[in-house]
């Protein structure tokens, strides 16, 4: 029997925070959770009466100052994210936040910099680096079992808003907010491909609102500002060619991942679907996020590693922005 203090867990969050961070802690023994915090008392008081966590509140930052904790687990808005992170590591918490885990470069490269001279754990939740079928082909590419990498290929495809006029428009759908699916959903196929290509060199990405071509039939998609459809190409240092194609206007969820090598290939078939559960992948980066405060072992993407994906996300901006090719800068 394990005689370690139990990692006391302050969560922030009640959407995404209450479906995945919550019960991914409460199923993990070395875990307690202390307190939760939402934008809304009610949601607050809702999460913690369901996992009995003895702090509830609307007010984050006075939670951080109050109840004692060792680790901060970030589950909000994005421009929630650097406000959030930076507080909790100025008071020597370790961090688990939500990708992206800032809204730009200049402040990813500074919640790292912080980070590191605290010599605390940081990790961002690219978990779907967990799923089997994505750890096998990240082993295969690693062992040089496909060759020299040459070309990988993400299709992915979403019914959203721009073909469901009844779902929830919430702060994902806010350009300004860090919304739009570059950031949601394409972050976690960057985080893939720097594991898979490495350093990425240039970037061409064209992005779309598909929701906005639909405003006259369906009104309240005026509101939408952000990406919903997006066409990503990379180029690595290493030579190799990346493509990440999004739609947000299908009719039916489906993708599949492909890469190609100088000596064999392998496809993922619907790399991720909603019927797969997300709880799954969250329990392994969880063990890994133990393992890094109990033991000192290595816990990733650290914040250090999710520069070069927040890297990616603001050259593909640019790069929509001026119709061209674009350098990833140092």
Not at 87 to 99: D, F, I, M, P, T
Request: aromatic share 6%; glycine share 8%; proline share 5%.
């Amino acid at each position: 029997m394990s005689t370690r203090a139990p990692i006391r867990v302050l969560l922030l969050g009640t959407g995404f925070g209450s479906m995945v961070h919550a019960p991914g802690f409460a199923k993990n023994p070395a875990f307690v959770l202390a307190g939760v915090a939402s934008g809304t008392l009610e949601n607050a008081k809702r999460v913690a009466a369901e996992f009995s966590i003895p702090h509830a509140t609307d007010d984050w930052k006075r939670m951080l100052e109050e109840v004692e904790a060792d680790l901060v687990s970030i589950a909000t808005p994005v421009d929630l994210h650097y406000p959030m992170a930076r507080a909790a590591l100025e008071r020597g918490r370790h961090v688990l936040c939500e990708k992206p885990f800032a809204m730009n470069v200049a402040e990813a490269r500074e919640l790292a910099a912080l980070a590191e001279s605290k010599r605390l754990v940081s990790v961002v939740n690219h978990e779907f680096r967990h799923y089997p079928a994505r750890e096998t082909l990240t082993r295969k590419i690693h062992e040089g079992a496909l060759g020299r990498l040459e070309h990988v290929l993400i299709r992915d495809r979403i019914p959203g808003w721009a073909r469901n006029p009844t779902r929830r428009l919430t702060w994902l759908v806010e350009r300004d907010r860090g919304g739009g699916y570059l950031g949601a959903l394409g972050s976690h196929h960057i985080d893939q491909l720097l594991l898979w290509g490495g350093p990425v060199r240039r970037v061409f990405c064209a992005l779309r609102t598909l929701a906005a071509e639909y405003a006259d039939q369906t009104p309240e998609f005026r509101r939408i500002t952000a990406d919903d459809t997006f066409t990503l190409l990379l180029q690595f240092e290493k030579g190799a060619r990346g493509v990440v194609d999004l739609c947000g206007g299908a009719q039916v969820r489906g993708g599949s991942m492909e890469a190609y090598g100088s000596a064999d290939l392998m496809t993922v078939l619907d790399g991720y679907r909603p019927e797969m559960p997300l709880l799954a992948p969250f329990l392994a980066k969880v063990e890994m996020i133990r393992a890094a405060i109990q033991e000192g072992k290595p816990a990733s993407p650290t914040f250090r590693d999710a520069v070069e994906v927040q890297k990616v996300l603001d050259t593909a901006r640019l790069s929509d922005s001026s119709g061209a090719w674009e350098t990833i800068r140092s």
